[in-house]
């Protein structure tokens, strides 16, 4: 019993946490702006959750962040996907879910290759990049620092 109350004690809670949802339907380019703007939007009320304001360098990798990976949902999964935020101590969770099992393979390095660089990016700026399975497709989460 004591073993339980102190995992559950572990558990980390962000201090904000936000999600937005797409259809299928929507446009891709559309829902990736949104994405980015929903980015933008919910790390200026960071301050307001008890971290100080993010920098402008900071929120604009976040944004690039949100952009590659619904990019990639956008591409290899389509149909619906989900955006979640969650701010904790000096880091943003990115995640990603969508409904394609295949996971994002970061590519070799060839300067040569016109676009397809999103996961190199995403694994470049983040501290971490993880794939979970789920019960309908995958997650992808990355954590981006703050400071």
């Known amino acids: ?70 990019t990639n949902a956008v591409r290899h999964a389509p149909g619906p996907c989900r955006v979640l935020l969650e701010l904790f101590d000096g880091a943003l969770e990115i995640s990603v879910f969508d409904h394609l099992d295949a996971s994002p393979v970061p590519r070799a390095h060839d300067p040569r290759r016109i676009g397809q660089h999103g996961v190199e990016i995403v694994v470049a700026v983040c501290e971490s990049v993880s794939v979970e399975p789920q019960p309908s497709g995958k997650r992808v989460r990355a954590r981006l620092s703050l400071a």
């Open 1 to 70: 019993m004591a073993e339980a109350i102190a995992r559950r004690s572990a558990v980390r809670r962000p201090s904000l946490c936000a999600s937005v949802a797409y259809e299928g339907s929507d446009a891709g380019d559309g829902m990736i702006a949104s994405a980015r703007d929903f980015t933008a939007d919910f790390l200026a009320a960071a301050p307001a959750a008890g971290g100080g304001p993010v920098s402008r360098e900071r929120v604009d990798l976040a944004r690039l962040v949100v952009s590659e990976l619904v």
